[in-house]
Every structure is written in C-alpha cells, then in structure tokens.
C-alpha cells in the first residue's frame, strides 16, 4: 500500500510563492510518475503538473506553465511542486498522486493513489 502526505499549503498573496511537497512510503517511489492536481469548490478536479520516474521528463497545464515548476528527489522519497507568480485562480485544493507506470500522465484516471490534499489560497 502507498501512502502520500501532501503539505506546504497555505495563504498567499497574488505574486506570491508556495512550495509544496509530497512524502511518499510503501513501495519504490524512484520507479513511478508523480502528478499534482487542484479541485476548487464546485468544480472537476485538474491537471497541473506530472514528472517521471527519474525527474527528466515534466509536464504542466497550460495555466501554470511558466509559473510552477515539479521535481523531485528520489532520496528522499519526495516530489516538490514551487508555485510562484501565484494567481487568485490557483485557490483550490492540491493532490499529489502517484501512477503505476514510470511516464508522465494528465489524466485523473491514470493515477492509482493520492495524498490527502493541501489547501492553497491565494488573496488578491
């Protein structure tokens, strides 16, 4: 069983930055792809970005581009997400998750296990 333990939310202000992180423990972390997505209230939850099993592959919605960025450190087990040039619109809860395969993916469906969630707010 895995388990992922998202923390690093909090209150910013537009312009501002926030680093996430995502412990991971129960089964070879260095082997699997490891995405964050956001749901705000009322709304589907959504991609924001996707690292492979070795940190040399990301990928990032188009809202975020430029302004997040996702790495990782197999040493320690955990995969950081550093927003900065936060946006009112960035509010919303953030999930890490972890695929079975090694390759980075967008889709919700792809992914086998998720963290709890942190929230982040961003006031304008």
């Known amino acids: 069983q895995v388990h992922l333990v998202d923390t690093g939310g909090g209150l910013a202000q537009a312009g501002g930055s926030l680093r996430l992180s995502c412990a991971a423990s129960?089964?070879?972390?260095?082997?699997?792809?490891t995405g964050w997505f956001r749901q705000a209230p009322g709304k589907e939850r959504e991609f924001v970005a996707s690292?492979?099993?070795?940190?040399?592959?990301?990928y990032y919605a188009e809202t975020v581009k430029g302004r997040f960025t996702i790495s990782r450190d197999n040493a320690k087990n955990t995969v950081y997400l550093q927003m900065n040039s936060l946006k009112p619109e960035d509010t919303a809860v953030y999930y890490c998750?972890?695929?079975?395969?090694?390759?980075?993916?967008?889709?919700?469906?792809?992914?086998?296990?998720w963290g709890q969630g942190t929230q982040v707010t961003v006031s304008s």
């Open positions: 129960g089964r070879t972390f260095s082997i699997y792809a």
């Open positions: 998750a972890q695929r079975s395969g090694g390759g980075v993916g967008y889709r919700v469906n792809e992914y086998t296990y």
């Open positions: 690292i492979n099993w070795s940190g040399g592959t990301t």
